[in-house]
């Protein structure tokens, strides 16, 4: 059974920084694009960053030059380095994965959501 498993939020004041970190463990074949999301209180989920197995970034408008997504392909991993927050920066932030699973014929791609970590930045 594959999961994903947030790691990192927390309190912060404004300005300060955080680090937040996904793991995918289980019966994983390989994974594509993986990525963070947020959902602030009476908001849709929103897109954070993204990040191609290849290395290739996206970052909504909001958080360029402030966040920098990274990931570790050997393990499984990514991470979302955050500066410069701002209160509108708190949420719950997700992780995201496009990952594969093999049966003994077949590949088979499925998007999986991590359960969230909470990030608060007071003003």
């Known amino acids: 059974q594959v999961q994903l498993v947030e790691s990192g939020g927390g309190l912060v004041q404004a300005g300060g920084s955080l680090r937040l970190s996904c793991a995918a463990s289980g019966s994983i074949f390989s994974i594509n694009d993986m990525g963070w999301y947020r959902q602030a209180p009476g908001k849709q989920r929103e897109l954070v960053a993204t990040?191609?197995?290849?290395?290739?970034?996206n970052y909504a408008d909001s958080v360029k030059g402030r966040f920098t997504i990274a990931r570790d392909n050997a393990k499984n991993a990514v991470s979302l380095q955050m500066n410069s927050l701002k209160p509108e920066d708190t949420a719950v932030y997700h992780c995201?994965?496009?990952?594969?699973?093999?049966?003994?014929?077949?590949?088979?791609?499925?998007?999986?959501w991590g359960k969230g970590t909470l990030v608060t930045v007071s003003s």
């Open positions: 995201n994965a496009e990952i594969v699973t093999a049966t003994l014929d077949q590949l088979h791609e499925m998007d999986y």
């Open positions: 990040i191609t197995r290849g290395g290739s970034t």
